[in-house]
């Protein structure tokens, strides 16, 4: 997907009303959501050592589940790992993968396992450096799935641009924790808000669609919700998350609220009454508003306010 991932639609308003009518029909059990991973808000990160939650977590409200052979696998267990992840995706799990960075010794093995598997919707390569790393991720992996470069150094952040045009490249993610640790910085917003916004620019650049914030560690979930909102204030479409309860909770805040819903479909219905006329400067980036939030109002079934 390029360009702006959220706006554009090519079909006819009235048609993308009357989706939104049927989306919004009220139904007795709301089952959880098939979100496109180019809009996805919270991505679970679940430890590969774990094999006894993996449907449990594939059956969670995260957007997106990657199992993670990376950083929560002690370097003893990570075949096991690796082997326990591969055999549950070839059994119909469907989820994607965190694999270990191209400059480790476990990358190659664990492409090599994972090459092939229907299921798998993508991986997460962790410590990105550089485009020739994604390309070479997804030439293994046969150049069909998608690969999510996590940015975890400065020296990956100073190429995020040329990373997010790379061929596979499909999302940028924010390794925070392990970038804060290479260069020294807090986890202050506004120390972060550097890393983040040359995210949200090179994905831009790259014509991906919005990065992934890194994880809230704190249990809090008042400081989930707060660090969520900056999050968005940044221009970032998604999140990882740590466990399975943040995960509503991230959605919650990355989503338009019903009351920016109702404002967009108003606009909508105010534009084509006049013919589509664009009136004075204003009109064609509220137009562009007015359609994310109608097309992401349709995905997670967020209804206008009365």
């Given at each position: 997907?390029?360009g702006d ?39 679970l ?14 059956r969670s ?6 199992l993670?052979?990376?950083?929560a ?54 410590k990105?450096?550089t ?26 952040l ?7 045009r ?5 999302r ?5 924790g392990d970038?804060r ?5 807090s ?23 919005g ?13 989930l ?10 221009g970032?479409?998604g999140?990882l ?6 995960a509503?909770v ?9 009351s ?25 980036p509220?137009l ?6 109608e ?12």
């Amino acid at each position: 997907m390029t360009g702006d991932p959220y706006g554009g639609d090519s079909r006819a308003i009235d048609d993308l009303d009357d989706e939104f009518a049927r989306a919004m029909r009220p139904t007795r059990r709301t089952p959880k959501l098939d979100v496109d991973p180019s809009i996805a808000r919270s991505w679970l990160l679940v430890p590969g050592t774990r094999a006894d939650i993996f449907d449990e977590m594939a059956r969670s409200r995260a957007d997106a589940v990657v199992l993670d052979i990376e950083d929560a696998v002690d370097p003893s267990n990570k075949p096991a790992a690796r082997a326990d992840v591969a055999a549950w995706l070839r059994a119909g799990g469907k989820a994607w993968v965190r694999v270990n960075d191209a400059a480790s010794p476990f990358w190659g093995d664990d492409l090599a396992a994972l090459a092939g598997i229907p299921t798998l919707q993508g991986v997460m390569l962790a410590k990105t450096e550089t485009p020739a790393q994604v390309t070479s991720t997804a030439d293994r992996l046969g150049g069909g799935v998608p690969v999510v470069a996590l940015i975890e150094s400065a020296l990956g952040l100073e190429d995020a641009a040329h990373i997010a045009r790379a061929q596979g490249a499909f999302r940028l993610a924010f390794g925070s924790g392990d970038f804060r640790r290479d260069t020294g910085m807090s986890a202050d917003a506004e120390a972060m808000a550097y890393p983040r916004a040359r995210l949200v620019v090179a994905s831009r650049v790259g014509g991906l669609p919005g990065p992934i914030d890194g994880p809230t560690v704190s249990s809090s979930m008042p400081t989930l919700r707060e660090q969520s909102a900056i999050t968005v204030s940044m221009g970032m479409t998604g999140k990882l998350c740590l466990t399975s309860d943040q995960a509503p909770v991230i959605n919650e805040v990355i989503c338009p609220t019903p009351s920016e819903v109702t404002w967009a479909l108003d606009f909508l219905e105010d534009f084509e009454s006049r013919g589509r006329v664009i009136r004075d400067g204003s009109d064609l980036p509220r137009l562009g508003r007015a359609q994310k939030i109608e097309k992401l109002a349709l995905a997670f079934g967020v209804h206008p306010s009365s």
